[in-house]
């Protein structure tokens, strides 16, 4: 059995700041330099996945609220993946290591990343999760990022694809009020199907939706707890990776 890895790596953000502030003696002056963090953000994002290419590994960026099942699911893909494809899963959290320890409990390795407060993870907070992981050894890496909708969407971390989960009690309005997630996103993953008699969720709503921000959009249903539609999801991933690694 693949020995359990369990590691904590806090990761410190310095820096993170979006405006920078002058100060003269009638005024305020505010310049933006969003742009200019994202740019190099952008950058450093390239150069990871070009080394990723190279070293023949596919980086997964897994982003959701809390409570849409994103850990749960996560087990659910590494029980039908393990056997074909090598994997590492880095988890990140502002506090705690409960659900790093919970994908230790399947044998697969590992590592917690603590944000020390950021809401998101960012290019070169990844880079030190995949050394620290040693991401040359896996054939997929999945980042479970921090649980919310608009921070880790803003982010490009160096991931090969992004992919969403949704969950049916959160409703079907979530492209409408939440656009730049779909937006960034591959895949979509539609949790917790088996809860659809009991919430006023429009299945076919929340496709067209998801689709108005992004035509290219992968949707996949499925109930994590029942086992309901992961074969899909699972198929669609293998793919992926493999051709990622120029395996296919």
Request: with cysteine.
């Amino acid at each position: 059995m693949t020995r359990k890895i369990k590691k904590h790596l806090q990761l410190s953000i310095e820096g993170c700041g979006n405006i920078i502030e002058e100060y003269s003696m009638d005024q305020i002056k505010i310049i933006e330099v969003k742009e200019s963090i994202f740019a190099d953000n952008d950058a450093e994002a390239n150069r990871i996945r070009q080394e990723l290419k190279k070293d023949k590994t596919f980086l997964m960026n897994l982003m959701s609220s809390p409570g849409s099942g994103k850990t749960t699911t996560l087990i659910r893909t590494i029980g039908a993946l393990k056997d074909h494809i090598r994997i590492g899963v880095m988890e990140a959290d502002i506090d705690s290591a409960v659900d790093a320890e919970k994908i230790a409990e399947t044998g697969i390795p590992s590592i917690q990343l603590h944000t020390g407060g950021m809401c998101h993870l960012d290019a070169g907070m990844t880079e030190q999760g995949l050394k620290e992981i040693g991401y040359e050894n896996f054939d997929l890496v999945v980042l479970e990022n921090v649980g919310n909708l608009v921070c880790p969407a803003e982010f490009d971390t160096g991931a090969v694809k992004n992919v969403m989960i949704l969950s049916v009690p959160e409703g079907h309005d979530k492209p409408l009020k939440y656009p730049l997630i779909f937006t960034v996103c591959d895949a979509l993953i539609i949790n917790k199907i088996d809860v659809l008699p009991y919430f006023d969720f429009d299945l076919d709503k929340v496709k067209e939706y998801a689709h108005m921000r992004n035509p290219k959009l992968e949707i996949f249903p499925i109930s994590a707890k029942t086992g309901e539609g992961m074969e899909a999801w699972t198929d669609w991933l293998k793919t992926q990776v493999m051709e990622w690694n120029g395996n296919d």
